[in-house]
C-alpha cells in the first residue's frame, strides 16, 4: 500500500491536481488564465502514468485486492475532480481497469456524500 501511494504522490498527483485539475478547475474560480501548454503536458504525462495504476487495480474491485485501501481513499477525490475536467470526460484516454474502479469506488456512501461540482 505504501508503494501504491508512493506512485500516487510522485507521479500521478503532479500531473492530476497540479497541471490539469488546478488549471481547469482551479485558476477559473480565482479568474486566472489557464496554462493550456502545461494542461496539454499533464494529459499527456498522466495517460502515461495510469498504465501502473492499471496494473495495480488489475481484475481487483480495489486498488490492491477486494478491500478498499488508504490508496483507493488518497486517490478518489482527486479523480472526482479530475473527471469534471475536459481532460477527465474524454480527453485523456483511461484504462478499462480504471473505469471499473471508479465505478466501484463511486457508489461508496462517503464518495456520494462528498461529491462536490467544481466545473
Same mark, same amino acid.
Given at each position: 500500500m505504501l508503494e501504491l501511494v508512493s506512485c500516487i504522490v510522485s507521479y500521478i498527483y503532479p500531473a492530476i491536481v497540479g497541471q490539469i485539475i488546478v488549471e481547469r478547475l482551479v485558476k477559473p474560480l480565482l479568474g &486566472? *488564465?489557464? %496554462?493550456?501548454p502545461n494542461i496539454e503536458k499533464g494529459a499527456r504525462r498522466l495517460e502515461r502514468r495510469l498504465r501502473v495504476l492499471e496494473g495495480y487495480v488489475g481484475d481487483n474491485p480495489y486498488m490492491l485486492g477486494q478491500s478498499i485501501s488508504? $490508496? %483507493?481513499l488518497y486517490l478518489i477525490p482527486?479523480? $472526482?475532480y479530475f473527471l &469534471?475536467? /475536459?481532460e477527465g470526460s474524454g480527453g485523456v484516454t483511461i484504462p &478499462? *481497469?480504471?473505469d471499473r474502479w471508479w $465505478?466501484?469506488?463511486s457508489?461508496? /456512501?462517503s464518495v456520494v456524500a462528498t461529491e462536490v461540482a467544481l466545473a
Open positions: &486566472q *488564465n489557464t %496554462d493550456e488508504l $490508496a %483507493d482527486m479523480w $472526482a &469534471q475536467t /475536459p &478499462q *481497469n480504471m $465505478a466501484k469506488v457508489q461508496r /456512501p
